[in-house]
Every structure is written in structure tokens, then in C-alpha cells.
């Protein structure tokens, strides 16, 4: 299944605010695209669910990690975007709400922090979103696996 994706106000060519619908539940999403902000070094990892756990344990460990917030953000986003539109093994499309949440949550987490300027000009590439979150979505990631499995 895709997620489906349109411009969610007319003045959207001028700021767009893109909302993403996950087929399966109806979980409705919006993203701001920051045309702005470079990207960071890309993380050399293939793009498989033991890659993804591997990296949310470096995203809750960041003093031991050797990837930044900002690249986990971005591994996931190009994840996503990899599977957005064929079809996918069970365990791969389990995920995709999670990888999208990774993302999803770093773009508000800097919106909710910096200001307009800020966004414009810094890199991010040593801001941190809390080690929980990075916990919780671990959590979700290893249930989903053992369902899967079993």
C-alpha cells in the first residue's frame, strides 16, 4: 500500500504543507518541506528493518553514535521514500509508519525549537530530539518484528 499525498491549501506553492494518508488506518500526517536545509553526510547502511534497529539504538545512545540525529532523520525519509509506491514485503511495510515518524517528528522537533531564521541558516547537525522517543520507537520496531516472525 502507498501513502497518498496533496497539497493541503491553495497557498501551498507559495509555503507548502504536504498531508500524507497511511492507507491501512487513515493516520493522517503533515510535513513542511525544508527546501533550506543542506543535507547531511548520507549514512551507508542498506535499507532493511535490522539497518533501521541498528540505528534508532544509535539515536537513543547519541554520545556512542557515529550518525547525528539529522542523518538518522534523513536515512529514514530516503527509506520511505524507496518503498512509498510498490509493493513490499510484510515487514518492510510494517515499518514505513515508524520510519515516517522518525522523519516526521525531527522536521516538528525543529520547528517547535528554532526560529523561521534559524531554520534558514544552521545545520542541526548536532541538535538532538529526546533519547526516548528514540526508545519508543525501538519498542514499536522489535514488537512489530516478533509479530511478524511468529
Known amino acids: 500500500m502507498a501513502f497518498k499525498y496533496v497539497f493541503s491549501r491553495p497557498e501551498a506553492a507559495i509555503c507548502p504543507l504536504i498531508r500524507f494518508i497511511y492507507p491501512r488506518n487513515q493516520t493522517e500526517f503533515f510535513i513542511l518541506p525544508n527546501r533550506h536545509m543542506n ?3 548520507p549514512i551507508p547502511l542498506p535499507f532493511t528493518s535490522e539497518s533501521f534497529v541498528r540505528l534508532l539504538q544509535y539515536g537513543a545512545n547519541p554520545n556512542e553514535s557515529p550518525y547525528s540525529h539529522k542523518q538518522i532523520a534523513e536515512w529514514c525519509d530516503k527509506f520511505w521514500c524507496r518503498y512509498i509506491d510498490i509493493d ?3 515487514e518492510i511495510e510494517a515499518i514505513l509508519p515508524i520510519l515516517t515518524d522518525v522523519e516526521t517528528q ?3 522537533h525543529l520547528a517547535n525549537t528554532f526560529t523561521v531564521e534559524q531554520l534558514r541558516c544552521d545545520s542541526f547537525e548536532v541538535e538532538r530530539m ?3 522517543w528514540f526508545n519508543d520507537w525501538l519498542d514499536q520496531v522489535l514488537k512489530l518484528k516478533t509479530k511478524i516472525n511468529s
Open 130 to 132: 529526546p533519547v526516548e
Open 106 to 108: 525531527w522536521d516538528l
Open 88 to 90: 513490499i514485503p510484510a
Open 39 to 41: 543535507l547531511s553526510n
